[in-house]
């Protein structure tokens, strides 16, 4: 009964979220479905909201009212008999080992090595053993093409290559879902590219990715679908290839004007 | 431009003659310090020996600060056991201080009210009196109650019963009463630390999915040490010095060992002297111990650690001989 319907329904699912920070109305009600293994790339200008919904997408935040689903199961409350049970410290924990969070400023562990960046959280948090989080964790600087620099501290790497080991310690957490808060922005020009790579690949490995950017040129070549927040409301949503191309809502029109 | 060729250039360095001036003042200034610390002055007696058939007389001179009277004291068994009473108060009160401090540091960062205002009114307490009237105030406590009983108030469950009389002996006042009033120290260096961890750290450890404790273990306080160690070492030494008013207790440390001594022999002079230079060794073997800890914490801060001294040494020793085995050699040879 449930393993058809769990396959089916959408990785995230937003309805109608509000979060406020005292007075202010940040999340005015947003809407959202984001599939397995599919790639929303999230736009919008400055302060309408797109960091909070991913902080409230893996509980950093807590909504204040709608509903929101991540893997089928709401955040941060379990519903049984007919009730929502607030969940505890620990569960929340659980939940959010399992997305991945990539920060503009990167946020690495500044007094661990990039190799101890990438085992901590699994030792620490997944319980693997210490011979198998390296092992796992050199994989995954392969992967992203830091294998030579895990000895290093972050202070001693470019900004392109400490994003590439800050997705790499999200990836070691095995998540189902991971989020990207504008990873690219805080980059000189020319390292932006080496981070998309990585991106790209892991889109194309089938990782479903919520991704806030300003690269419109990775939305439209890798992004299945589009939303643009503006003023805390999903003011247009779709396929990249056709919003951006021909905006109907006259906001989106002015925002890509500028971005563009 | 300049050049490696045959027509290089010749740079001449600037010469900075203040310094020189200033060098040869201070230079001046030392060697009469020195002459007086090493002067010796007539004790009004006068001594004779004969040698070689013929009688000598000359007036006996001593050491105006009598160093033989140091030499004789410095390692005595009095001092070197006030010196060991020293050192073990200084550990124990600062092992107090340190790990009071720093729960003191986190209840001012909890989210319970009447857990922070509780942390801040004892920081507000023990800053606020003198720490020789709280000594004072722990050496007389037992005046006011001879038995303390842990347990529950009000309910007869009892955990644990001190005889405060017995307890409070001048040692372990000395401990709880510096140890206490180092807490409250501690702790504000405690706090600056853990707020100086940049908040995308916090982040970071919560969206892999550590808990509050392990976020506080594993990344905020490993980070905030790198703040917290230069203060905590000024501490440590400021504590060595300051069990010094553990006199008050009656407790013959490092100083009170001295000042026993001289009020039997009345030289004074000397055995301060003996107590200043152990004061200054203990002092100058902890600032070397904190340069190492600063410098292990420092990982990952900086791009490249700062040279240990004996780097430092080295690459001096090594600047200098370079200099003179290339652009020097010349001007040797010629004088
Ligand atoms: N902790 C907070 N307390 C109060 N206001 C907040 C807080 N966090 C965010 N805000 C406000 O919420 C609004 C939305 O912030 P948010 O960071 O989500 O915007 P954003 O779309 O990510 O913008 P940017 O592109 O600049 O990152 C802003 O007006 C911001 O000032
Ligand atoms: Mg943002």
């Known amino acids: 009964m449930t393993t058809p319907m769990v396959a089916t329904t959408p990785m995230v699912e937003a309805h109608g979220v509000h979060k406020s920070y005292g007075a202010v109305e940040v999340l005015r009600g947003v809407d959202l479905s984001v599939a397995r293994g599919e790639v929303t790339c999230l736009i919008g200008p400055s302060g309408s909201g797109k960091s909070t919904l991913l902080r409230c997408i893996n509980h950093l935040e807590k909504h204040d009212a709608g509903e929101l689903r991540v893997d089928g199961h709401l955040v941060g409350y379990e519903a049984r008999d007919g009730k929502l049970y607030e969940r505890n410290d620990k569960q929340i924990c659980a939940e959010r080992s399992r997305i991945g969070m990539v920060f503009q400023r990167f946020n690495l562990f500044q007094h661990l090595t990039v190799l101890d960046n990438v085992t901590i959280g699994q030792v620490k948090v997944r319980g693997v053993a210490n011979d198998a989080a390296v092992v796992r964790a050199r994989e995954l600087l392969a992967r992203v093409g830091l294998v030579a620099k895990e000895k290093n501290y972050p202070s001693q790497l470019s900004g392109g290559q400490q994003q590439r080991v800050a997705i790499a310690r999200a990836l070691a957490m095995e998540p189902k879902l991971m989020l990207f808060d504008e990873p690219t922005s805080a980059l000189d020009p020319e390292l932006v590219g080496e981070v998309l790579d990585v991106m790209k690949d892991l889109a194309k490995s089938g990782m479903t990715m919520i991704v806030v950017t300003h690269e419109m040129g990775f939305a439209r070549e890798v992004a299945n679908s589009l939303y643009f927040l503006d003023q805390g409301v999903i003011e247009e949503s779709g396929n990249p290839r056709e919003v951006l191309v021909n905006p109907r809502s006259a906001r989106l029109q002015s925002f890509l004007s500028k971005v563009l | ?335």
């Open chain 2, 1 to 335: 431009m300049m050049t490696n060729g045959d027509d290089a250039v010749e740079v001449v360095p600037v010469r900075h003659v203040g310094r020189y001036v200033a060098g040869f003042v201070v230079a001046v200034a030392l060697a009469m310090l020195v002459h007086t610390l090493f002067s010796k002055v007539s004790t009004g007696q006068v001594s004779c020996h004969t040698s070689a058939g013929a009688r000598h007389c000359h007036p006996v001179t001593n050491w105006r600060f009598g160093w033989n009277v140091v030499f004789h004291y410095f390692t005595s068994r009095e001092i070197l056991s006030g010196l060991l009473v020293t050192l073990e108060l200084t550990a124990i009160a600062m092992a107090i201080g340190i790990s009071l401090g720093l729960l003191i540091a986190i209840m001012r960062l909890s989210h319970n009210r009447l857990v922070s205002a509780t942390a801040w009114v004892y920081t507000w307490f023990f800053r606020g009196t003198p720490v020789y009237v709280q000594l004072l105030f722990w050496f007389n406590i037992a005046a006011l109650y001879q038995t303390v009983t842990f347990g529950l108030p009000f309910l007869n469950v009892t955990f644990a019963h001190i005889n405060l009389v017995a307890f409070f002996t001048p040692f372990n006042t000395a401990v709880v009463g510096l140890g206490l009033n180092e807490a409250a120290y501690m702790s504000e260096i405690a706090r600056s630390g853990l707020i100086s961890v940049d908040e995308g750290q916090i982040e970071a450890a919560t969206s892999i999915g550590m808990t509050r404790s392990q976020t506080l273990r594993l990344v905020i306080l490993p980070q905030a040490m790198r703040v917290i160690i230069p203060p905590t070492g000024n501490e440590i030494i400021s504590m060595l010095k300051t069990t010094s008013l553990a006199i008050a207790v009656s407790l013959v440390e490092l100083l009170g060992a001295a000042t026993n001594i001289y009020s039997a022999n009345y030289e004074i002079m000397p055995l301060l002297i003996v107590a200043s230079l152990w004061y200054l060794i203990v002092t100058t073997v902890l600032s070397t111990g904190q340069f190492y800890v600063e410098r292990h914490y420092a990982k990952g801060a900086l791009r490249t650690p700062p040279p240990t001294p004996i780097q430092r040494l080295r690459n001096d020793v090594r600047g200098i001989a370079a200099k003179f085995t290339s652009g020097r050699s010349t001007a040797r040879a010629s004088s």
